[in-house]
Nanobody, 114 residues
Framework: QVQLVESGGGLVQPGGSLRLSCAVPRFIFSIDAMAWYRQGPGKEREFVAAISTGRSTKYADSVKGRFTISRDNAKNTVYLQMNSLRPEDTAVYYC????????WGQGTQVTVSS
């Protein structure tokens, strides 16, 4: 059974930083581009960032220059480093394949508030 496990969320003040992690089953991680998504209060889930197996990256305009996606092949883990956080970044963050989603994990809550 496919299981994606996100972690690293929390409460942070505006301007602060967090690093999210996502443990991915190896049979997915080794061959698929991975991505982070988020769903804010009362909003639809949206794309945040993606990374290919060759480490090419793509970002939503709203996070460019502030967020960095990376992957650790030895640990089958995808990361999202989030800097200069804003209240509008408040959301549940999820990882999944960039194309052809598998069942979603539980996500990790990120709250940006003073």
């Amino acid at each position: 059974q496919v299981q994606l496990v996100e972690s690293g969320g929390g409460l942070v003040q505006p301007g602060g930083s967090l690093r999210l992690s996502c443990a991915v089953p190896r049979f997915i991680f080794s061959i698929d581009a991975m991505a982070w998504y988020r769903q804010g209060p009362g909003k639809e889930r949206e794309f945040v960032a993606a990374i290919s197996t060759g480490r090419s990256t793509k970002y939503a305009d709203s996070v460019k220059g502030r967020f960095t996606i990376s992957r650790d092949n030895a640990k089958n883990t995808v990361y999202l480093q989030m800097n200069s956080l804003r209240p509008e970044d408040t959301a549940v963050y999820y990882c999944n394949k960039a194309v052809g989603w598998v069942p979603w994990g539980q996500g990790t809550q990120v709250t940006v508030s003073s």
